[in-house]
Every structure is written in structure tokens, then in C-alpha cells.
T-cell receptor, first 117, second 113 residues
Framework: KAGVTQTPRYLIKTRGQQVTLSCSPI?????VSWYQQTPGQGLQFLFE???????NKGNFPGRFSGRQFSNSRSEMNVSTLELGDSALYLC????????????????FGNGTRLTVT | AQSVAQPEDQVNVAEGNPLTVKCTYS??????LFWYVQYPNRGLQFLLK??????LVKGSYGFEAEFNKSQTSFHLKKPSALVSDSALYFC???????????FGGGTRLMVKP
């Protein structure tokens, strides 16, 4: 079974631009989460989607947005990029979420490394 | 709010020696606890989880973790370290209401030959 696929792997953008990152979950997984990883802040939760609905949202500004499609694929968008947005963005999928699925482990992709210059 | 603390930024151990990577957590109610490992330029890989029951959980690559409710800890252990175990290790917690998974800051494990 194919793992979580994130595209692109590397991205270089300029301040003020916007960017869209893509994530294809493991087949059959309906939950997708996004995390930002930086050396200083560690792993910061961005958002979690299940069946096209955002279930949880982290403490990030409105420039960060996401969505999930009916085939469970997800995208996240960052508008008006800032230098501090440079990070590894990780997507993870799991079978279910909520009360019945809270013990389902997350399966991570290899991430998209975004560099903002 | 739930939280996870990994008090050591780095743990150094000699190959063949036992290793422990520490984790303490704070959550409302009973937790789901996880350990993940990250190799350079890769995503996180699931190692093991605690749901309920036996306090000693066995996982991938010979790793195990001990859940201690009174100390709110979930330390990762391995009886004999390998150089290939050198990586970044993350502890994570989720409450049983199914809220978001919260990660600790990570501990870099260095196993010297």
C-alpha cells in the first residue's frame, strides 16, 4: 500500500507570494492533519480534516488555510509568505478520528520543505 | 490544554548499552500516548502506542515504553542500542475525546560505536 505522498518535496518562494502544498493520504484513510516543523518551535499543529470538514485548528494566523477533497486528498495554502514561514510542512493521515479513532496512529509523508527568501 | 515535555534535547549512549528517552505529559482524563522517530529529511515514523491495559508496551525495532500513570510519564526504552537508532524521537499525546495530537519538542538520540 502506498504511503502518504506530499508534493512538491522542495519549494522556494519569495516574501509576499502564496504557496499551495498537496497531500495524498494512504488509501482508505479519511483523516488528514498538517504540521509545521521548525528547529526553534518543533512540531506545531496546523489543522486536521475528516470527511472534508475541519475538525481541529492550531494557533496559526489566517494566512494559513487548508481544505480536503471528497477523495480525502488535502491541500494547504499559505498566503503573503513571510520569512518565518520557512519550515518543513508535514502531512499525516489516519483511518479515523474522534472518540473512536483517537488511538489510530498518524502516518506521515516525507514533507515539503518550504524556503521563503 | 494537553502538553508533552521531553526534558532532554539530546541523549548520548554507547552502542550495546540500554537507552531511555524521557517523556512526561499532561492531559484531561486518560491519554493515548505515542512515540515516533524521525530520520533526516524524512517524515515521522510510528514506533508504538499506549491505549490501555499493560503498562509496558512493545513496538517496532525492539523499542518499548513504560506508562506510569502516577508520574504521568511514558519513557521510551531499548535494552541494547544500535548506531542505526540515532535519530530524533518524539513523544505525543491525544485525549480520549479525540482532540488533536500534541507532540513534545523531540529528543535527539546519538548512539556512538
Amino acid at each position: 500500500k502506498a504511503g502518504v505522498t506530499q508534493t512538491p518535496r522542495y519549494l522556494i518562494k519569495t516574501r509576499g507570494q502564496q504557496v499551495t502544498l498537496s497531500c495524498s493520504p494512504i488509501s482508505g484513510h479519511r483523516s488528514v492533519s498538517w504540521y509545521q516543523q521548525t528547529p526553534g518551535q518543533g512540531l506545531q499543529f496546523l489543522f486536521e480534516y475528516f470527511s472534508e470538514t475541519q475538525r481541529n485548528k492550531g494557533n496559526f494566523p489566517g494566512r494559513f488555510s487548508g481544505r480536503q477533497f471528497s477523495n480525502s486528498r488535502s491541500e494547504m495554502n499559505v498566503s503573503t509568505l513571510e520569512l518565518g514561514d520557512s519550515a518543513l510542512y508535514l502531512c499525516a493521515s489516519s483511518l479515523v478520528v474522534g472518540v473512536t479513532g483517537g488511538n489510530s496512529p498518524l502516518h506521515f509523508g516525507n514533507g515539503t520543505r518550504l524556503t521563503v527568501t | 490544554a494537553q502538553s508533552v515535555a521531553q526534558p532532554e534535547d539530546q541523549v548520548n549512549v554507547a552502542e550495546g548499552n540500554p537507552l531511555t528517552v524521557k517523556c512526561t505529559y499532561s492531559v484531561s482524563g486518560n491519554p493515548y500516548l505515542f512515540w515516533y522517530v524521525q530520520y533526516p529529511n524524512r517524515g515521522l515514523q510510528f514506533l508504538l502506542k499506549y491505549i490501555t491495559g499493560d503498562n509496558l508496551v512493545k513496538g517496532s525495532y525492539g523499542f518499548e515504553a513504560e506508562f506510569n500513570k502516577s508520574q504521568t510519564s511514558f519513557h521510551l526504552k531499548k535494552p541494547s542500542a544500535l548506531v542505526s537508532d540515532s535519530a530524533l524521537y518524539f513523544c505525543a499525546v491525544r485525549d480520549k475525546a479525540g482532540n488533536m495530537l500534541t507532540f513534545g519538542g523531540g529528543t535527539r538520540l546519538m548512539v556512538k560505536p
